[in-house]
């Protein structure tokens, strides 16, 4: 099956500790990318690398530090979680780098800070 | 910054009515942008329903239907006869081409088609 696969889908912890979330892509695509769903549901981007080379860095807390091992992998680290990080985060990937490229999504990490 | 506003919050229909949910953007990018309508059906992943890269054309997909208009800066997506299965949340995303991707998104519309 080729998609994009999200690993944990739910976590739960506490203020202060650090968390790390796997994405991997089967698709044979080049770029892959980090959003962030608030409470309110709204998608930000987060995070975008090309080929393990990051192209894309949006103005996001330094605590949040993504890894990028090879093209079809895009970890996400968070260091010290805050209350405010509390959110869904997904992960994508796509073909190329352009405005025009369609985007491949998983199902989402979903992380409770207490 | 570029910029995305959708119809908010929630959507009720009545099964087999006509639906319409707006999308307007704002960029200020040179190229005109690429837009993109994608939903999350219950249980499952984001996905794209449609896009249209070219002001002026029309997307198509799943009896859903969305116009490119540059002069009004629209998408709204609309559908003549919903179903419950099109129970869904919807979101409209602009995309630059001249940049690298990063999609912005809408605040998303959650549609409740009831029997």
């Known amino acids: 099956e080729t998609a994009v696969f999200q690993t944990p889908n739910y976590h739960v912890t506490q203020v202060g500790n650090e968390v790390s979330f796997n994405c991997k892509q089967t698709?044979?695509?080049?770029?892959m990318y980090w959003y962030k769903q608030d409470s309110k549901k709204l998608l930000k981007i987060m995070f975008s690398?090309?080929?393990?080379?990051?192209?894309v860095n949006e103005t996001v807390p330094r605590r949040f530090s993504p890894q990028s091992s090879d093209k079809a992998h895009l970890n996400l680290r968070i260091k010290s979680v805050e209350p405010e990080d509390s959110a869904v985060y997904l992960c994508?990937?796509?073909?190329?780098?352009?405005?025009?490229?369609?985007?491949?999504f998983g199902a989402g990490t979903r992380l409770s800070v207490l | 910054g570029d910029s995305v506003t959708q119809t908010e919050g929630q959507v009720t229909v009545s099964e087999s009515k006509s639906l319409i949910i707006n999308c307007t953007y704002s960029?200020?990018?040179?190229?005109?942008?690429?837009l993109f309508w994608y939903v999350r059906y219950p249980g499952e992943g984001l996905q794209l329903l449609l896009k249209?890269?070219?002001?002026?054309q029309k997307g198509s997909s799943r009896g859903f239907e969305a116009t490119y208009n540059k002069e009004t800066t629209s998408f709204h997506l609309q559908k003549a006869s919903v179903q419950e299965s099109d129970s869904a949340v919807y979101y409209c995303?602009?995309?630059?081409?001249?940049?690298?991707?990063?999609?912005?998104f809408g605040q998303g519309t959650s549609l409740s088609v009831v029997p």
């Open positions: 249209v890269i070219t002001a002026g």
């Open positions: 698709l044979g695509h080049d770029t």
């Open positions: 690398y090309n080929n393990k080379q990051l192209i």
């Open positions: 994508a990937s796509s073909i190329g780098t352009g405005g025009q490229n369609t985007l491949y």
């Open positions: 960029t200020t990018s040179i190229a005109y942008p690429n």
């Open positions: 995303a602009l995309g630059d081409p001249s940049s690298f991707s990063k999609l912005v």
